[in-house]
């Protein structure tokens, strides 16, 4: 950022912020702006100190803070209105749209530079995603680009293989064939094995062959079936004894749960009288629960 050639008032600043808000299109500054403003600030922000460190109450450090607040609204809303109007110079350049920067400070001009970048590839991103190719526009006398051929990679070179024991050169001389002499110790061996004259052995005659009989063909036994085995004899089904069910009379002791009988639920209370089956009647009774009753003739 360039420092500020000339200090800038707080007149100044708000008859800027006056003329951004009349303005539809980016007013003409001094191309120290940034710096002027911080620089004003800065020294409001310090006087603000000084009347603070004199008297705090006074007129003076009161008028001193309303100062300072305005010019830091101001400035917030000048960089604001100038930020949305860069905005949409790059929207109309991106566009095709020619826009002048001579208006704009160096800060300015960078940050128009990176959104009119991304504005361009924001609205192409539909033709890329269906996979349409940018055109360029050129002048009708400028000479098209010719692309250069690729040069092509040299074959590599045969290696020279090292000479092994398979290239050494075979030697067809007659020498190589010529026979070696017979040692004496196989002379005799020689003359005996074909002396005309000795007798030839006749050959052992080979032993008869043994005879081999037949066997005799083995009488398949006949499978036997195993009997079946004899089937149990059913379970003899005990009978249930009908004395567990005759109902017999009974007194209840005490209050009783619902509980479930063979023929229905029963719910019984304390000095009850009922007739329950004689396999219930029993569990009560050995329970202390209740107490059979034998009317009297």
């Known amino acids: 950022m360039s420092p500020a050639l000339e200090p800038m008032s707080f007149d100044e600043l708000s008859e800027l912020y006056r003329v951004e808000m009349k303005s539809s299109a980016i007013t003409q500054v001094r191309k120290d702006l940034f ?56 929207i109309r350049g991106a566009m095709g749209g020619r826009n002048t920067l001579d208006t704009l400070t160096d800060e300015e001009k960078d940050y128009y530079e990176k959104v009119l970048e991304l504005s361009k590839v924001h609205m192409s991103e539909v033709d890329r995603l269906r996979g349409k190719r940018n055109t360029v526009a ?3 006398d400028e000479v098209p680009p010719v692309p250069r051929p690729e040069p092509v990679p ?37 003359e005996e094995s074909f002396d005309e004259g000795a007798p030839v052995a006749e050959p052992e005659p080979l032993p008869p062959k043994p005879t081999v009989s037949a066997p005799e063909p083995v009488k398949a036994e ?32 005490e209050d009783l749960p619902e509980f479930v009988g063979p023929d229905r639920d029963y719910k019984l209370l304390k000095e009850d009288l009922v007739m329950l089956p004689k396999v219930l009647a029993d569990v009560l009774i050995n329970s202390e629960k209740a107490m059979a009753v034998r009317p009297t003739p």
């Open 138 to 140: 050129t002048r009708i």
């Open 35 to 90: 710096r002027a403003i911080a620089n004003l600030l800065t020294s409001l922000r310090l006087e603000y100190d000084r009347q603070m460190a004199l008297d705090p109450e006074s007129v003076m450090c009161e008028g001193a803070e309303q100062r300072r607040k305005k010019a830091e609204r101001l400035a917030k809303d000048v960089v604001h209105i100038r930020t949305q109007k860069i905005c949409q110079m790059a």
């Open 222 to 253: 006949p499978e036997r079936i195993p009997e079946p085995a004899p089937a149990p004899e059913p379970a003899s089904v005990q009978p249930v004894e009908a004395d567990e069910l005759k109902p017999i009379l009974i007194r209840v002791l």
């Open 154 to 190: 040299e074959p590599p070179k045969a290696q020279p293989t090292p000479q092994g024991a398979d290239d050494i050169p075979f030697d067809d001389s007659p020498d190589d064939f010529q026979d070696e002499p017979i040692p004496d110790e196989f002379d005799g061996f020689a």
